[in-house]
């Protein structure tokens, strides 16, 4: 997936560009998951390391992203303390 693309835009994409290329029936659905588990993203690697990923339905898949995207989209508070008073030191 492209960086902010929904799952659902992306695999539509991906399932018409391998329309265009000629594919279909069970080689349609072959490609599009090697195409959408190999994608661009941090979260495919993701999906590279779920145990038996490529032997998913490509709706299953489809769910296991959208959960991906659900729980990256609440990035983590990050805090910098900084010391009064403190000298900089550099090494």
């Known amino acids: 997936m492209w ?9 539509n994409e991906l399932r018409h560009l391998a329309g265009l290329a000629g594919f ?6 072959n490609i599009l998951s090697l195409a959408f588990i190999n994608g661009p ?6 999906l590279q390391q779920m145990p038996g990923v490529i032997k998913l339905e490509m709706s299953d898949i489809i769910a296991r ?11 983590d508070v990050v805090a910098v303390v900084v010391q009064r008073g403190a000298t900089a030191r550099v090494d």
């Open 24 to 29: 279909e029936g069970e080689g349609l659905n």
């Open 41 to 46: 993203h941090a979260k495919n690697t993701t």
């Open 65 to 75: 992203a959208r959960i991906l995207c659900s729980n990256q989209s609440n990035p």
């Open 3 to 11: 960086i902010g693309q929904q799952v659902d835009v992306y695999a």
